[in-house]
């Protein structure tokens, strides 16, 4: 099997046979750091870096020279053409011509996307604003699995901005994929997103439940939990009584605590002034005397701010450093894939089959309407077509291919309504029956009723147009 030309856009773009595999070059090219030299030879990384970085960046270039690869780099986005208005697809294409795989972080959500559209050459994302940053996923699980030989059943305790880190995000997928169960605790306000949440449960079964009833256990162990979720590949009997299963769930300990620090940058303007650090729990030797932190693996993907005290350095169950020491074999395992330089015997593990939903891609199309979307740019949205995943029917749902967010669009018609499927160009509200009788591929959606009646659609209960 083979890797090669592939993109890493998302963490679903490997199957868990794919991770392992890579798992297992990254542990043979770590016992031999100095023999690689030669497998990317001649070839051309381009890291282009438009947010900043230390690790991912100097890690992928640490990688591609130990493969004795070269790299061409822009990390200065006013230094490139994007600043005069450039979009990515021309980006894509010029670079592409130039390097044999490129390396991108940036702060639209769906860059990195756009990207592996245009290029023509594999790409990696390297992090796109709060979306994804799957390579940083592969670190983490990467010494998950180096600890604790597997990552099946399990619990994984995901602390502090769950709302806006994009490593979050693509850990809580892989932690799913594996049949981990994952334990939130957000501070208070950057809870899990919900179409985050959606996607977990449709695509990767399991059950979440919410605890809000938790406070005694949670002083108890200082441990602000918000929401578990219990993977279908471990079911838990006690599931209707949440807090009872919690506790016991809890006696044996949580194996990982994975610290994120407040991502300000990403902060909408109600919560810039907002104090999060007071609620913001450290996470210090204090609370690491808690008895379900014996044996846990404290992780982070760093840089840190305040959430994790120095003191913590030296306990041998802090694991922030060894995770970024590791990005050098994990990177330099995935760059010799997707470049075709190994190929890769995939073992034989269970991955969770991928979900096929109906595509939205219409003439007639609402925009994302998430601010940070890169679809919805001024540079952007004169090519990128709008499209969806109809992801949920009741309430319709549509997810946005680029940056994955949801949304429940208010108004739907059909392009059916020549074929008396409706009587007249009608639009109708998205909750009701006429809703459920459109098909799929006829599906028109609107987010205002204005869009509807610019584009010549009636109201439902019009009446003059009768014929
Ligand atoms: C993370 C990122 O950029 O998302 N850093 C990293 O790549 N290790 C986490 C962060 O910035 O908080």
């Known amino acids: 099997m083979s890797l090669e030309n592939k993109s890493l856009v998302t963490i679903d773009d490997l199957s868990n046979g794919e991770i392992m595999a890579l798992f297992s070059l990254a542990d043979g090219m770590s016992a031999n750091m100095k023999e690689q030299h030669g497998l990317c030879q001649g070839k051309i990384m381009a890291s282009l870096f438009f947010e900043p970085s230390t690790r991912t960046r100097l890690s992928f270039e640490a990688a591609m020279q130990r493969l004795g690869g070269s790299v061409i780099t822009v990390s200065d986005i006013g230094a490139t053409s994007l600043s005069k208005g450039e979009s990515i697809a021309d980006m894509a294409r010029v670079v592409g011509g130039y390097a044999d795989i490129i390396v991108i972080r940036h702060p639209w959500e769906g860059a990195a996307r756009v990207m592996a559209d245009y290029a023509g050459i594999p790409v990696i994302n390297a992090g796109d604003g709060g979306h994804q940053h799957p390579t940083q996923t592969l670190c983490d699980l990467y010494t998950i699995q180096k600890e604790r030989h597997t990552i099946k059943g399990l619990k994984i305790a995901l602390w502090g901005d769950l709302k806006y880190g994009r490593t979050i995000h693509s850990l809580i997928f892989a932690l799913a994929k594996f049949g981990a169960d994952i334990l939130f605790c957000p501070s208070p306000g950057l809870e899990v997103p919900q179409h985050v949440i959606d996607k977990l449960i449709t695509e990767y079964g399991g059950d979440l439940e919410k605890l809000g009833s938790l406070d005694q256990t949670a002083k108890d162990n200082l441990f602000p939990l918000d929401a578990i979720y219990t993977t279908p590949s471990s079911p838990h009997q006690l599931a209707m009584m949440p807090d009872i299963s919690v506790q016991i769930e809890l006696k044996e300990g949580v194996d990982a605590l994975y610290v994120t620090r407040p991502q300000k940058e990403r902060f909408d303007a109600g919560e810039e002034g907002r104090d999060f650090k007071e609620k913001y729990p450290v996470v210090d030797k204090k609370l690491l005397k808690g008895r379900v932190f014996r044996k846990t693996l404290v992780m982070h993907p760093l840089p840190r701010v305040d959430e994790l005290a120095y003191e913590v350095d030296a306990d041998e169950r802090s694991m922030y450093f060894k995770q970024a020491t590791r990005g050098i074999p994990v990177r330099m395992a995935l760059l010799s894939f997707l470049l075709g330089a190994r190929g890769l015997d995939v073992p034989e593990v269970d991955s969770p089959p991928p979900v096929d939903y109906p595509v939205y891609r219409h003439d007639i199309s609402p925009v994302c309407p998430n601010p940070k979307c890169v679809s919805i740019q001024a540079t952007e949205i004169k090519y990128l077509k709008p499209e969806f995943k109809i992801v949920k029917t009741r309430p319709l749902t549509l997810r946005c291919v680029y940056c994955e967010h949801g949304f429940e669009p208010k108004y739907v018609a059909s392009t059916d309504w020549h074929e008396g499927k409706l009587d007249t160009k009608k639009y109708h509200d998205a909750d009701s029956h006429w809703a459920?009788?459109?098909?799929?591929?006829?599906?028109?959606?609107?987010?205002?009723?204005?869009?509807?009646?610019?584009?010549?659609?009636?109201?439902?209960?019009?009446t003059g147009g009768h014929h």
């Open 436 to 462: 459920r009788t459109i098909r799929p591929e006829n599906l028109i959606v609107f987010n205002k009723a204005e869009e509807a009646q610019a584009h010549g659609f009636k109201p439902s209960h019009y």
